[in-house]
């Protein structure tokens, strides 16, 4: 094949590559992720929390809990669980802990969860991770305050994708917990599709099999969602994180399940995210909304 041939729909293979680095897109991603990290020092600073509570043995497997800010005697309050994204190498609960207050400050518990990166482990023992510290949030809810019956989820970026296969899991079979235990979740500029993403540049560096690609690729296995879904990305995205949730969202709705999808007008990859953390936003919006329907 030539060096301008297609290797995936209409993409060459240095279009598909740039489809899926940011840094093509998204000029200003080291000034943004340097304030992910600065306001989120200062949420820390400011709000009451419990720091890296172990939900498992290894010594990634903790999370920070932002019980809601409420009076003493209140009645259980739900719960929001964020996944951090990062592109599996990158980051930890510690860069998107600002996004705690839209949530404490409307009734709601915030937990960050933490896990192992890549080349530290692989995709799916990630996803393992924060299959295990979910089922540990239900059965701990009460204990910060939480309701484990109304446990909701989002993630940014590879955070997206390793929510979005958590919402496959079998809760049941696997971890003994209720089936419906995730309530509704909100991802935020996710893959949802390996395939493409493996034929890109990022095959560098992430090992897959072929029967792990499509275990581990959500859109392949839209009967599976187990909560109502809302979906997000930046107007400024790459063109592969604006046509994964398309497609997600169309395969989804011929599988009847409820879903549905919002761009973000005059942002982009990493900025989409700076909006969780600010209640006025349409983000923030959003996940208030699916926690608090009323």
């Known amino acids: 094949m030539g060096a301008g041939g297609k ?53 990634d497997e903790t999370l920070d809990i932002f019980p ?8 259980l309050t739900p719960v929001h669980v964020h996944i951090h994204g990062g592109r599996w190498t990158l980051f930890t609960k510690d860069e998107e802990s600002f996004i705690a207050p839209v949530f404490t400050n409307a009734g709601a518990a ?4 933490d896990f192992s990166n890549i080349p530290k482990v692989r995709i799916p023992q990630m996803v393992d991770q924060v299959r295990r510290a979910i089922a540990w ?7 910060f305050g939480g309701d484990p019956q109304r446990i909701h989820l989002s993630g ?17 079979k696997d971890f003994g917990v209720p089936a419906d235990v995730i309530k509704s979740a909100l991802l935020i500029s996710g893959m949802y599709d390996l395939r493409p993403v493996m034929l890109s540049a990022r095959s560098s560096y992430v090992k897959l099999s072929e029967a792990e690609v499509l275990e581990l690729s959500a859109i392949l296995q ?7 879904l809302t979906m997000v990305y930046g107007e400024k995205e790459t063109p592969e994180f604006k046509r994964q949730p398309k497609a997600f969202l169309e395969a989804l709705e011929s599988a009847g399940k409820t879903a549905r ?22 983000v923030a919006r959003l996940a208030l909304q699916s926690i608090f329907p009323d």
Do not use: M
Not at 23 to 36: C, G, L, T
Not at 137 to 143: G, H, K, L, M, P
Not at 156 to 172: F, P
């Open 137 to 143: 949030v239900y059965r701990n809810a009460a204990s």
């Open 68 to 75: 809601a800010q409420k009076g003493p005697g209140s009645n």
């Open 222 to 228: 839209p009967e599976k969602l187990g909560a109502p």
């Open 110 to 113: 915030c937990v960050v969860i």
């Open 7 to 59: 290797v995936y729909l209409d993409y060459t293979q240095a279009e598909l590559d740039a489809a899926y680095d940011q840094r093509v897109y998204a000029p200003n991603r080291e000034e943004i992720v340097a304030w992910y990290g600065a306001e989120s020092a200062k949420v820390r600073a400011r709000v009451p929390h419990q720091r890296s509570v172990p939900y498992g043995e290894g010594e």
């Open 156 to 172: 940014h970026s590879s955070g997206s994708h390793l929510a979005g296969v958590a919402l496959l899991t079998d809760w049941e």
């Open 261 to 282: 999808l919002v761009e973000i007008s005059g942002v982009n990859h990493f900025e989409v995210l700076q909006q969780l953390g600010d209640p006025a936003s349409e």
